[in-house]
């Protein structure tokens, strides 16, 4: 494979070949085409030029100043997506009106991060091209740039715009489409092929877990209280960071990757053969053949992981996105015009 993913390769008009999934009228799944995915590379170039230039220079300077948020804004754009779609729905405050939306679900507090961030790029745009560009882009253009900034120019790609934001967000629902670290290789695959991914950019995606945090508690349950494939060493390892029962109040994060830690890289896939991943859903990656070799393949053929990857990135950015009348571009990102 190519260690080079052309820009053509990831415009809207060929993901009718990689079959990501944009919402279909009728509330089913299909392959896009440029009009029905709205999507496009450049989609800003006459609406408002300098737009991915602002979105980048503040991801920069962020990732900058702390890596950890660039791994942040990568799990963000994941967790908007599978929830209501890629329409920035993760981002809405409480409001009398909504007291319970998604940013404050069980898998997003308190541990998702970036949203000042996207906030301080929201803002820099409004200034440059006031009412133009949706949050719902700005996520995704800030989750390829944190790539980038954590991966180097191996994790370079072109995303696709032209998404509006969503008006519905709600706690609930994050519990019914984000999978937990719990969970085993067929909930994976179902989650992730409930969305139009399949198990290849499943186990693409599963390699941003080579940067970031992970809290104690997401864990220590099933994989330190009771025996699992763990390797011995690392589990002494987490036992002397992590207390034996995490509670609210006592719940440290340890790095997810404690060989490169800051860096978007494949090291993730040689942990995960390694037995020194924290996860039960990243240890399960070996519990079938042909997602074996896909572990097998990203730690071990260069560029064939940020290749991969990028392509996945791509896909899963153009889940269910709202274009049309089927949202707005919000004035700012935490409310609802």
Known sequence: MASKVPAALLSCAFLLLLGAACQAAAGHYSPPSPASCGLKVGYYDHKCPPAEAIVKSVVRAAVRRNPGIGAGLIRMLFHD?????????VLLDPTPANPQPEKLGPPNNPSLRGFEVIDAAKAAVERACPGVVSCADIVAFAARDASSFLGGRRVDFDMPAGRLDGRASNASRTLDFLPPPTSSLPELVQSFAAKGLSAEDMVALSGAHTV????????????????????????????????????????????????????????????????????????????????????????????????????????????EVKTGNSGEIRRNCRLVN
């Open 212 to 319: 970031g945090r992970s809290h104690c508690s997401s864990f220590v349950p099933d994989r330190l209280a009771v025996p699992s494939d763990i390797s011995a060493s690392f589990a002494a390892s987490l036992k002397g960071q992590c207390p034996a029962s995490p509670s609210s109040s006592d719940d440290p994060t340890v790095v997810q990757d404690v060989v490169t830690p800051d860096r978007l890289d494949n090291q993730y896939y040689k942990n995960v053969l390694a037995h020194r991943v924290l996860f039960t859903s990243d240890a399960s990656l070996l519990t079938s053949p042909a997602t074996a070799k896909l572990v097998d393949d990203n730690a071990n053929v260069p560029g064939w992981w940020e290749d991969s990857f990028k392509v996945a990135m791509v896909k899963m950015a153009s889940v």
């Open 81 to 89: 997506c599978f929830v209501e779609g890629c329409d920035a729905s």
